[in-house]
C-alpha cells in the first residue's frame, strides 16, 4: 500500500508502525457495543501503547498501520503470516483450490464477534460486499477487484448505481464454509487474506456502518472498551468470550494518541508510556542504550523509491535512469537522514518477502561517480530544471532529497535542480493524475509478503511512471497463476529483471524499524507487521 508517510503504512497491511496520519471524524454511539463482553476495564492488569490517530476503525476502509495496530487487537483474520513468510491458519481451518481459481475457505467453527454473534463464513462474505461495493468508497475497495462480479459492484459509467450489492464470486456453502471464484488465477490469494482488509463484520455492523466505525464490533482477542476518543485515546479490553488461538495475556491496553513520534518517545523515556513501535531514527543510538534489551529493531517490509516520469520524453532513455542510480549514495544519506538505522537497497522487494534477492539491480545500484557520469553523457545528459517531488509529511524526505539533490550536481553537473515540495493530502493525487515534470519519492508499505504485492501494483498496468512491459505484465500474469508460492517466485524474479534493467523506478532503501518498551511489560513480540499484543504481560 503506498501512503504519504509511515512515521505501511500498510499493507498493509500489513505494515508495522508508520503509515498515513489520521483523519478525525465526530464519534457517534454503537448500540450494540453494550453487548460487547470481557474483563479488566479500568481496571486489572493494563498497559498503554503510543499511536497516531488512526483514520478509520473499519477495516475494510482503511490501509493506515496506526488503524492496523488497533485492529490487529480487535479482530482475527483468516490467516496470519508466519516470521518464513508463509500463511498460517488463524480463523480459518483451511484454504484450498486445485486450480489457484476456485477457492474454499473452511472457517474454524465456535468463534464469536464481541457482541457474541458467531462468527461465520456469511461474516466473511458480508464484510468483503460491503468493501467491495463502489458507492461505500472504502479504502481497500481495490484489493477485490480480482473476485468474480466486483465489476458489477463498481460500474465504470460516472454516476451510474450498481445493479447488485453481492459480488457473484462469493458462495455462502454451509455455516462455515465459503467458497471463492477469482476472474483469473492467483497463487498469492491465502496470503492477502492475512490483510485486515479481509475482516469479517457482525450482522449488527450493517445497521450503521458509520457508527460501527467508530466502535468496531470484532472477533479478536480484544473487545473495545468505551468510546474511541479522538485525538486522545482508545481502550481494549479482553474478550472473555474470544475461542480462538490468541487469548490476551492482559486484561487491558491503552492506546494513547500522540500527534508526533518524537513526544511519544519523550513519553517512554519517562515511563508515560509502555510500548511505542517507532522510535525516531534520530534517536535510535540513544534508546539503545537507554533501553538495552527492551530496544527491538524489526526489519520493515516498506521501501522507498525514486520515480521517473517516463511518460515525459526527457526521461524515456533507461541509461538516464540507471545514471541517477548510480549517482547516488544510498549508504551517505541512510547514516546522515536516518543515524545509519536503514538499509540500503539493491532489490525491488524487501528481504523479508519471499523471493528476495540481495544483489538483483547489480551494479545500477551500485554507487559509482565515474561510471554514472559516463552512462549519463552517454544518454544525451539532461537539460532544463529538474524538478524533484515529494510530500511535506516528514521532514527527512525533504533531507534525504536535499542529499540526492547534492549528489547528482556535484556528481552528473546538473546545476538547475529545484524542489516540488507537495502538501500530504494533495501528494498521491498528483502522482495518480501524472501532474510531476521530474523524479519523485515514492514508497510503499507491505501489505501482504509477496512480490506480486510490490511489483504488480507498482509496476504492472497503470503504473505512476507511464512505463509499459508487454514482457513484465506477462511474467506477473503467469507467476499469478502458477501452482503456489514456490512455483511463482522465479517468474516474479524474472519480472523483477526486467523492471530493473529499464530501471523506470530505481530502490533506495528498505525501512527498519525500532521499537521500544518499559520495563512494566514482557512478552514483547513485533514483527514486519504490528506488535502482538495478544502475548505482552504486565509484570
Given at each position: 500500500?503506498?501512503?504519504?508517510?509511515?512515521?505501511?503504512?500498510?499493507?498493509?497491511?500489513?505494515?508495522?508502525?508508520?503509515a498515513?496520519?489520521?483523519?478525525?471524524?465526530?464519534s457517534?454511539?454503537q448500540?450494540?457495543q453494550?453487548?460487547?463482553?470481557?474483563?479488566?476495564?479500568?481496571?486489572?492488569?493494563?498497559?498503554?501503547?503510543?499511536?497516531?490517530?488512526?483514520?478509520?476503525?473499519?477495516?475494510?476502509?482503511?490501509?493506515?498501520?496506526?488503524?492496523?495496530t488497533?485492529?490487529?487487537?480487535?479482530?482475527?483474520?483468516?490467516?496470519?503470516?508466519?516470521?518464513?513468510?508463509?500463511?498460517?491458519?488463524?480463523?480459518?481451518?483451511?484454504?484450498?483450490s486445485?486450480?489457484?481459481?476456485?477457492?474454499?475457505?473452511?472457517?474454524?467453527?465456535?468463534?464469536?464477534?464481541?457482541?457474541?454473534?458467531?462468527?461465520?463464513?456469511?461474516?466473511?462474505?458480508?464484510?468483503?460486499?460491503?468493501?467491495?461495493?463502489?458507492?461505500?468508497?472504502?479504502?481497500?475497495?481495490?484489493?477485490?477487484?480480482?473476485?468474480?462480479?466486483?465489476?458489477?459492484?463498481?460500474?465504470?459509467?460516472?454516476?451510474?448505481?450498481?445493479?447488485?450489492?453481492?459480488?457473484?464470486?462469493?458462495?455462502?456453502?454451509g455455516?462455515?464454509t465459503?467458497?471463492?471464484?477469482?476472474?483469473?488465477?492467483?497463487?498469492?490469494?491465502?496470503?492477502?487474506?492475512?490483510?485486515?482488509?479481509?475482516?469479517?463484520?457482525?450482522?449488527?455492523?450493517?445497521?450503521?456502518?458509520?457508527?460501527?466505525?467508530?466502535?468496531?464490533?470484532?472477533?479478536?482477542?480484544?473487545?473495545?472498551?468505551?468510546?474511541?476518543?479522538?485525538?486522545?485515546?482508545?481502550?481494549?479490553?479482553?474478550?472473555?468470550?474470544?475461542?480462538?488461538?490468541?487469548?490476551?495475556?492482559?486484561?487491558?491496553?491503552?492506546?494513547?494518541?500522540?500527534?508526533?513520534?518524537?513526544?511519544?518517545?519523550?513519553?517512554?523515556?519517562?515511563?508515560?508510556?509502555?510500548l511505542?513501535?517507532?522510535?525516531?531514527?534520530?534517536?535510535?543510538?540513544?534508546?539503545?542504550?537507554?533501553?538495552?534489551?527492551?530496544?527491538?529493531?524489526?526489519a520493515?517490509?516498506?521501501?522507498?523509491?525514486?520515480?521517473?516520469?517516463?511518460?515525459?520524453?526527457?526521461?524515456?532513455?533507461?541509461e538516464?535512469?540507471?545514471?541517477?542510480?548510480?549517482?547516488?549514495?544510498?549508504?551517505?544519506?541512510?547514516?546522515?537522514?536516518?543515524n545509519?538505522?536503514?538499509?540500503?537497497?539493491?532489490?525491488?522487494?524487501?528481504?523479508?518477502?519471499?523471493?528476495?534477492?540481495?544483489?538483483?539491480?547489480?551494479?545500477?545500484?551500485?554507487?559509482?561517480?565515474?561510471?554514472?557520469?559516463?552512462?549519463?553523457?552517454?544518454?544525451?545528459?539532461?537539460?532544463?530544471?529538474?524538478n524533484?517531488?515529494?510530500?511535506?509529511?516528514?521532514?527527512?524526505?525533504?533531507?534525504w532529497?536535499?542529499?540526492?539533490?547534492?549528489?547528482?550536481?556535484?556528481?552528473?553537473?546538473?546545476?538547475?535542480?529545484?524542489?516540488?515540495k507537495?502538501?500530504?493530502?494533495?501528494?498521491?493525487?498528483?502522482?495518480?493524475?501524472?501532474?510531476?515534470?521530474?523524479?519523485?519519492?515514492?514508497?510503499?508499505?507491505?501489505?501482504?509478503?509477496?512480490?506480486?504485492?510490490?511489483?504488480?501494483?507498482?509496476?504492472?498496468?497503470?503504473?505512476?511512471?507511464?512505463?509499459?512491459?508487454?514482457e513484465?505484465?506477462?511474467?506477473i500474469?503467469?507467476?499469478?497463476?502458477?501452482?503456489?508460492?514456490?512455483a511463482?517466485?522465479?517468474?516474479?524474479?524474472?519480472?523483477?529483471?526486467?523492471?530493473?534493467?529499464?530501471?523506470?523506478?530505481?530502490?533506495?532503501?528498505?525501512?527498519?524499524?525500532?521499537?521500544?518498551?518499559?520495563?512494566?511489560?514482557?512478552?514483547?513480540?513485533?514483527?514486519?507487521?504490528?506488535?502482538?499484543?495478544?502475548?505482552?504481560?504486565v509484570?
Open positions: 500500500m503506498t501512503v504519504l508517510n509511515k512515521a505501511r503504512g500498510a499493507t498493509v497491511l500489513l505494515a508495522a508502525a508508520l498515513l496520519s489520521a483523519c478525525g471524524g465526530s457517534g454511539d448500540g450494540a453494550g453487548g460487547q463482553g470481557g474483563q479488566g476495564g479500568n481496571g486489572g492488569k493494563q498497559f498503554s501503547v503510543a499511536l497516531n490517530e488512526p483514520d478509520h476503525l473499519t477495516p475494510g476502509n482503511t490501509s493506515s498501520s496506526y488503524s492496523i488497533v485492529l490487529q487487537a480487535l479482530f482475527d483474520t483468516l490467516v496470519v503470516i508466519d516470521s518464513g513468510g508463509q500463511p498460517q491458519m488463524r480463523a480459518a481451518e483451511s484454504v484450498t486445485q486450480d489457484q481459481k476456485t477457492w474454499t475457505i473452511d472457517i474454524k467453527p465456535g468463534q464469536k464477534f464481541h457482541n457474541s454473534e458467531p462468527v461465520t463464513a456469511e461474516s466473511f462474505a458480508d464484510a468483503w460486499n460491503a468493501v467491495a461495493y463502489g458507492p461505500n468508497a472504502w479504502t481497500n475497495n481495490y484489493y477485490f477487484t480480482n473476485i468474480e462480479g466486483y465489476a458489477d459492484l463498481n460500474p465504470e459509467a460516472e454516476g451510474a448505481k450498481p445493479a447488485t450489492d453481492k459480488m457473484s464470486g462469493l458462495k455462502v456453502l455455516p462455515n465459503l467458497e471463492v471464484h477469482l476472474t483469473e488465477p492467483f497463487s498469492q490469494f491465502p496470503i492477502t487474506l492475512a490483510y485486515t482488509g479481509f475482516a469479517p463484520m457482525p450482522k449488527a455492523a450493517f445497521t450503521d456502518l458509520k457508527a460501527y466505525d467508530q466502535a468496531p464490533i470484532g472477533n479478536g482477542p480484544f473487545a473495545l472498551d468505551g468510546a474511541w476518543a479522538h485525538n486522545r485515546q482508545i481502550k481494549v479490553k479482553k474478550f472473555a468470550g474470544y475461542a480462538g488461538a490468541r487469548p490476551a495475556k492482559s486484561d487491558a491496553v491503552q492506546f494513547k494518541i500522540y500527534a508526533s513520534r518524537d513526544t511519544a518517545y519523550t513519553d517512554l523515556r519517562a515511563g508515560n508510556v509502555d511505542l513501535q517507532t522510535i525516531p531514527p534520530a534517536s535510535s543510538a540513544e534508546a539503545r542504550k537507554l533501553l538495552g534489551d527492551r530496544y527491538v529493531p524489526t520493515s517490509g516498506t521501501m522507498d523509491y525514486l520515480g521517473f516520469p517516463v511518460f515525459d520524453k526527457r526521461f524515456q532513455k533507461p538516464l535512469r540507471k545514471a541517477i542510480s548510480m549517482a547516488i549514495d544510498r549508504q551517505a544519506i541512510v547514516d546522515a537522514v536516518y545509519g538505522a536503514f538499509k540500503p537497497m539493491s532489490s525491488l522487494v524487501p528481504p523479508l518477502v519471499p523471493g528476495y534477492r540481495e544483489t538483483a539491480c547489480g551494479e545500477a545500484c551500485v554507487y559509482d561517480p565515474a561510471k554514472a557520469k559516463a552512462l549519463y553523457d552517454q544518454a544525451g545528459g539532461f537539460t532544463g530544471t529538474l524533484l517531488y515529494f510530500s511535506n509529511a516528514d521532514p527527512s524526505y525533504e533531507q532529497m536535499q542529499a540526492v539533490a547534492n549528489q547528482l550536481k556535484e556528481n552528473l553537473g546538473i546545476a538547475g535542480i529545484q524542489f516540488r507537495i502538501p500530504a493530502a494533495d501528494y498521491l493525487s498528483t502522482l495518480r493524475e501524472k501532474k510531476e515534470d521530474g523524479p519523485y519519492r515514492n514508497n510503499w508499505v507491505m501489505d501482504y509478503p509477496s512480490p506480486q504485492n510490490y511489483l504488480q501494483n507498482m509496476w504492472g498496468e497503470g503504473n505512476r511512471m507511464g512505463w509499459q512491459s508487454k513484465f505484465n506477462d511474467l500474469a503467469k507467476a499469478n497463476a502458477a501452482s503456489g508460492m514456490e511463482s517466485i522465479p517468474l516474479y524474479q524474472q519480472a523483477e529483471d526486467v523492471a530493473l534493467r529499464e530501471m523506470p523506478m530505481i530502490p533506495l532503501w528498505n525501512w527498519q524499524d525500532q521499537a521500544g518498551y518499559s520495563g512494566k511489560i514482557d512478552g514483547v513480540k513485533i514483527d514486519a507487521y504490528s506488535p502482538n499484543l495478544d502475548t505482552i504481560t509484570k
